[in-house]
């Protein structure tokens, strides 16, 4: 779930079926309109973004629903399915401990890998740097 750019420049509109199939699952999140894909710049395959986390019941625990598209947005291969999250962890066992938060498999780095991307407006000056860390 990612409202903002992660990593990979590919977003999703969400059609109006899918924002109501969205609504109909008892999320934890806000159902967004358009989302980030949050694979690793550059991936091969299909686009993913986390469209809803599901509370489950009973015995079944929490569950994903993703979003996936190909570079052709509204193309075949669209769909929300139901994937199991990569096992991978930074830092395992540690408080730190990160998850990776992408799908099973998934092509690239683990999420915790890497970050948005840095642009100029990410960096201070260097008048700023120099005041404060001089
Ligand atoms: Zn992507
Ligand atoms: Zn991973």
């Known amino acids: 779930m990612s409202v903002y750019q992660v990593s990979c420049p590919a977003r999703i509109l969400f059609l109006p079926e899918e924002l109501s199939a969205l609504g109909e699952l008892d999320g934890g999140f806000d159902v967004e309109p358009s989302l980030w894909c949050t694979l690793e710049a550059g991936h091969a395959g299909p686009h993913h973004v986390i469209a809803q986390c599901v509370r489950g019941s009973g015995p079944t ?63 201070l000056p260097d008048w700023l740097v120099r005041r404060f860390f001089e």
């Open 61 to 123: 625990a929490p569950w994903d629903m993703w979003a996936r598209w190909g570079d052709d947005e509204y193309g075949p291969g669209r769909e929300l399915v139901r994937l199991d999250a990569c096992p991978a962890k930074f830092l395992k066992g540690a408080v730190s401990e990160e998850g990776c938060h992408l799908p099973l498999g998934h092509p690239g780095r683990h999420g915790y890998e890497f970050g948005p991307p840095i642009t100029a407006a990410d960096v």
